[in-house]
Nanobody, 126 residues
């Protein structure tokens, strides 16, 4: 079992930045994949960014170039640096982890992840 706790959400204006953190109950390098998802009201959960081996990343087209995912194994923490935020980035952001997987590229589909945090709200106003 893995516990994930997100923090760092908040309200910002368009163009602002936020950094989300996800504290894991075990070292991040013991987890095959880690990722950030988001879900806006009335919409499906969307994969935002994922990472494996601490360096291989995968991003949704909507955030590539603006968001950066990273992990710090010593702190057992996953991060999401979000820059140039837009109103359409407004959502509840979730951290997710999978202990196993065969693909070299970390996936962005929710069905590939086993453990989930409770979420942290990000609101971007225009």
């Amino acid at each position: 079992q893995v516990q994930l706790v997100e923090s760092g959400g908040g309200s910002v204006q368009t163009g602002g930045s936020l950094r989300l953190s996800c504290a894991a109950s075990r070292y991040t390098n013991t987890l095959r994949y880690m990722a950030w998802f988001r879900q806006a009201p009335g919409k499906e959960r969307e994969g935002v960014a994922a990472i494996t081996d601490g360096v291989v990343t995968n991003y949704a087209d909507s955030v590539r170039g603006r968001f950066t995912i990273s992990s710090d194994n010593a702190k057992s923490t996953l991060y999401l640096q979000m820059n140039s935020l837009k109103p359409e980035d407004t959502a509840l952001y979730y951290c997710a982890a999978s202990p196993a997987g065969l693909g070299w590229r970390p996936p962005l589909h929710h069905s590939d992840y086993t453990y989930w945090g409770q979420g942290t709200q990000v609101t971007v106003s225009s």
